[in-house]
């Protein structure tokens, strides 16, 4: 029960004996402020603006596209030097491929560049069989280009399914993977494996195109095409996809050439530079196609012209179904092709010499050559000396991504650390064809 205190009654003299009779834990409740002491030095000043910091993107990182690692020298969220550092998955290749037969060359080579591993088969059989000399079916070769263009395709919506994770618009991962599935689908249908295939090999393909190529591959053209519309439709005209990409990591036609830059990142800086046009192999010649390209040098003009080369190469495969001629699918050199399957069950001779074949290869006539074409990526080359034995003295590889790795410096000075991730995508770089 309240009491009220008397009328007249001292109400502070009767409030502070109050607070004295309260306990210790009591008396701290009631107080409403208390003093603030602040030990140790003074609050530091602000950091000078021009010092830099050097930080490390890689070679963990999972917007490397493998193991990279970019060292950027920062001013708070600016770039202001970029440097790629490459050895982290060196596997030794090239030296690999001096001890294997030519016959064995195949299996080595399709894994350096693993997003477009017909690219790397078809380089290196074209190089054997220009040191051969061996004239190859028109079947086989209008099989070649099919197959190589189905395997752009698929690395080009590969590129556009990480981008856009890359950027932020994480449905692209999961649009981009669903029609690269469908192409997969039909590469593992042609040749066996989704990767990694073997099938290009020297004097043709492996084995002949299955029953319903024709309209498995049509199937596919349509479905791709399909998805290139949404994604056109999703990202072109999208403002938050616009800010982070138009006017970010250019880069202008003197600097790509005097870098050695090929592909993609050339063509946008307004050169038209592709090897099916400009040194035809295979039948580029005889199909009709448009070599996509663009004058702005940056992460927007990459992106769109990887979109648009995905159905310039569906226009290809079309007119590959179309035209595909009949007739052998590899060369019938009996030195560099083995026999018939069935012929092995019934002659002696067949098994010694599909034995010998695989086992000891064949050997290739004295000198050197180089051979290029046109990879998802740009110009992939194959440099070969021979020996007259059947394993090369000298392969090297030109990878178009080793090369294209240096366009980082110039393409992010002076953008933001957030920027950086864009420029790396959109160089689009395979890191088993760099450490080769």
């Not at 350096?112 to 069989?129: F, G, I, P, T």
């Not at 042609?190 to 498995?216: C, K, S, Y």
């Not at 002659?347 to 990879?375: C, R, W």
Request: charged share 25%; with cysteine.
């Amino acid at each position: 029960m309240t009491v009220d205190p008397p009328v007249g009654a001292d109400l502070e003299a009767i409030e502070e004996e109050r607070l004295e009779r309260q306990t210790d834990e009591g008396a701290q409740e009631l107080r409403s402020t208390r003093e603030l002491v602040l030990t140790g030095a003074p609050w530091p000043e602000a950091a000078d603006p021009g010092e830099t910091m050097v930080v490390n993107m890689g070679p963990q990182h999972p917007s490397t596209h493998g193991v990279l690692r970019v060292m950027m020298e920062l001013e708070g969220e600016v770039v202001l030097r970029a440097k790629p550092v490459i050895g982290y998955l060196h596997t030794g290749m090239e030296k690999t491929g001096e001890e294997l037969t030519y016959v064995q060359g195949g299996t080595n080579v399709t894994r350096m560049d693993y997003a477009s591993c017909l690219s790397n088969e078809l380089v290196y059989s074209l190089a054997v069989e220009r040191l051969c000399g061996l004239e190859i079916p028109p079947r086989a070769t209008w099989a070649r280009m099919m197959l190589v263009e189905l395997q752009r395709m698929a690395s080009h919506l590969l590129f556009q399914a990480t981008n856009g994770m890359d950027i932020g618009a994480v449905s692209m991962m999961l649009y981009g993977w669903r029609e690269r599935e469908e192409v997969l689908r039909l590469l593992e249908r042609i040749t066996g494996l989704r990767m990694n295939h073997n099938f290009i090999r020297v004097g043709g393909i492996a084995a002949d195109l299955p029953d319903g190529w024709q309209e498995a591959t049509l199937a596919v053209c349509d479905r791709v095409e399909a998805g290139v519309r949404e994604y056109d439709a999703l990202l072109s005209e999208n403002p938050i996809w616009l800010e982070r990409t138009v006017g970010v990591g250019v880069i202008t036609t003197a600097e790509a050439l005097a870098l050695g830059v090929s592909g993609p990142i050339l063509r946008s800086t307004g050169y038209p530079w592709d090897l099916r046009r400009a040194q035809p192999y295979l039948a580029y010649d005889e199909v009709d196609f448009d070599v996509i390209h663009t004058t702005n040098g940056d992460c927007y003009d990459r992106y769109r012209i990887r979109l648009q080369e995905i159905l310039e190469s569906a226009r290809i495969v079309r007119q590959c179904v179309e035209r595909m001629p009949d007739g052998d699918y590899r060369s019938q050199d009996k030195k560099v092709t083995p026999p018939p399957r069935a012929r092995i069950d019934e002659s002696m001779e067949a098994l010694i010499h599909h034995f010998k074949l695989f086992t000891e290869g064949f050997g290739v006539p004295a000198g050197e050559t180089y051979v290029a074409i046109e990879s998802p990526r740009g110009e992939i080359g194959c440099y070969l000396v021979a020996d007259g034995t059947s394993r090369p003295v000298r392969m090297h590889i030109r990878g178009p991504s080793f090369y294209n790795l240096q366009v980082m410096e110039p393409m992010m000075r002076g953008h933001l650390v957030a920027d950086a991730v864009a420029v790396i995508s959109s160089v689009d770089p395979i890191m088993g064809e760099v450490d080769r």
